[in-house]
């Protein structure tokens, strides 16, 4: 599926359009919140990306050596926000560089260790896209699940890029409204969801 025709089929998502993140927990205490998740970080965002899909115990799958560093970008991810639906704003542009480290670890381990599979490198240095190459190529599911992550790769990549240029050639910062924002985060979550939920029926 091309990324015009998926764009258009994850229109039906809509987070928060203002600060209600704010609004809604100023008077909680998030470290309330991390004692009840008991450090289970990952699970959690899984969970509240997913609507609840993800079933199995991710700790357990990933072992010590994926686990720690998974689960350290997770808390970042609830850091800026407890749940995807009071992502707002800017606040997208972190989550997302957090998520995509936290979740390329589960690809590393699913590809590596419980298909005994290579990702090959596409160029001189590794590259996330590789991993996500990788499972394009592998075709059906697995494609479905290396273009969803691929997608939200490039609009991550799109954050990066804060000038432009002026008729009169100037650079200028980007001025990129709180609406833009939001309608990337509205893609990313579902493109978050369709590859978690695939990957997830694959790992039990």
Known sequence: MKFTDTRSKLK??????????????????????FSQIHDQ???????????????????????????????????????????????????????????????DNLLLKYIQEDRMET????????????????????????QEIGRCFEYIYLIRNEFQ???????????MPKNVSNKKYNESRDLIVGWFKKALVNLNSKIK
């Open 119 to 142: 990702i090959e490198k596409t160029g001189r240095n590794n590259k996330e896209r590789d991993v996500y190459q990788h499972l394009i190529n592998m075709g059906g599911d697995h």
């Open 41 to 103: 970080f990952v699970d959690y965002l899984s969970n509240d990306i997913t609507d609840n899909e993800i079933k199995s115990d991710i700790k357990d799958w990933l072992g010590n050596a994926y686990y720690k560093p998974t689960n350290g970008n997770a808390k970042e991810c609830l850091e800026i926000c407890l749940t995807v639906k009071h992502l707002y704003g800017r606040k997208i542009r972190s989550w997302t560089d957090n998520a995509l480290k936290c979740y």
């Open 12 to 33: 039906e998502f809509s987070g928060a359009t203002t600060a209600e993140y704010q609004m809604q927990y100023i008077t909680a205490e998030v470290k309330d919140v």
């Open 161 to 171: 890029h804060v000038q432009v240029v002026n008729s009169n050639g100037i650079r």
